[in-house]
């Protein structure tokens, strides 16, 4: 892959003055051979293959970042869904799996490691349900490990049985880390359509479809399209609005898979995808907020937001598509709000409710994200936010996810401070109704019409 002298400028000058970096590099790893009829000798299977294949991770990701002058912010590791390696040993408590791999992270400097994982969008297997049950014991005993499940699909539709459960684990999960503002739910996220090859925590893990090994590589980026927004200014249409986006998308796409590629290499394994998502941070300039702002809105959550939202999604996508054919992952524009510096004014505002939060799942790359809601706020309440959630995702053929917070002694509009990259939340109002007759009801909401296709 060739450069111009250009391109290698401009590069330059989004690393220094906009904030552009490389959000993650993961590396995939198989686990499946792990599997075992005694758990503990499954839990040091994993341990030890975690550690031997990801023991150069850092180094690399550092030396490239070196050679390179670009950041590299976060190393991660994403492995094969647990619940699928731990059925020989028939355990029903699978915390020290989740230890193991904790200390394996731990082990290799990674941030965090994702495969904490289920896909009960259709149904439980034994290991499934053994992985619900011992969700809140993971996430209060580990800290670099994180855990998602799959609840839904276009193909399948909805597992309410599942939607269920899972509200309760994420009440369970909040109450076992009420000392940390109930940071463990922060490290658990529900899928609808989940992707196989997602480089991103929480839900980070790798599918049936990958290779042993595999790198993969998120972008982020946020600032430098806001930059570039501001330089083509208000006076010009939506058409070359969306045209700056894709070229800026494109030119950020480039430099992903450069990086990609070259890790793959050092760690000899194979290069994967590169996901454009517009990831933000807390930091000031670094937020898909003052992006929505730059299009046309007044403030994140004014009317023409999910407008606007829309058109930068496409935009990012198609840039991408054009830059690489290993486009991946989720690929659009996340908006976690606790970790969004303009998303956390305009909920301080007034401006951005979770009626629209949920509105604009419709069209960003992922769903409701970092979102902390009062800490006695109902399971059947947090089901119906759910159910609406992967609603969404199986309707249009898209991935939506859900990470709620329900946040111990907070209630509407009071704050919490996770720092760093989790930023602050105001807790949101889910408002003075529930769900309760959805709740108690379980079953299947079918897949719609469109999934049926051969």
Partial sequence: MSFTEREILETIRMVALETLDIRTTTLGI?????????????????????????????NVADSISADYGVPIVNKRIAVTPISWLVGPSGARDLVPVARALDLAAKEVGVDFIGGFSAYVHKGFTRADDALFSSIPGAMAE???????????????????????????????????????????????????????DNPFVAGAHIGPGEAETVLNVGVSGPGVVRSALERLG?????????????????????????????????????????DVSLAPTPEIGDSVSDILEAIGVDRTGAPGT?????????????????????????????????????????????????????????VCSVGLDMVAVPGDTPANVLTGIIADEMAIGMVNQKTTAARLIPVPGKGPGETVEWGGLLGTAIVQDPGSFGADVLHRRGGRIPAPLQGYKN
Avoid: H
């Avoid at 898979?257 to 590169?274: C, D, N, P, Q, S």
């Avoid at 007034?350 to 629209?356: C, E, F």
């Fill in 306 to 362: 999910i407008a606007v939202l829309a058109l930068l999604t496409d935009a990012v996508k198609k840039g991408g598509a054009m830059a690489s054919s290993a486009v991946g992952g989720l690929s659009g524009a996340f908006i976690p709000v606790s970790e969004d510096q303009g998303m956390i004014e305009a909920v301080a505002d007034g401006a951005l409710s979770l009626a629209t939060l949920t509105g604009m799942t419709s």
């Fill in 234 to 274: 208000p006076d010009v249409d939506l058409l070359a609005v969306a045209e700056t986006v894709k070229r800026t998308a494109f030119k950020v796409t480039r430099m992903g898979e450069l990086v990609g590629r070259e890790a793959a290499r050092r760690l000899g394994t194979t290069f994967g995808i590169v």
């Fill in 30 to 58: 198989n686990l499946l051979d792990c599997a075992d009829p005694d758990l503990e000798t499954t839990c040091e299977k994993v341990y030890a293959k975690v550690v031997q294949q990801g023991a150069e991770l850092v």
């Fill in 142 to 196: 580990t800290e670099r490990v994180c855990a998602s499940v799959s609840l839904g699909s276009t193909r399948a539709g909805i597992n309410m049985d599942a939607v269920a459960r899972f509200s309760e684990v994420i009440l369970e999960t909040a109450d076992r880390t009420a000392s940390t503002g109930g940071l463990g739910c922060a490290k658990l996220v529900a899928f609808c359509n989940a992707v196989e």
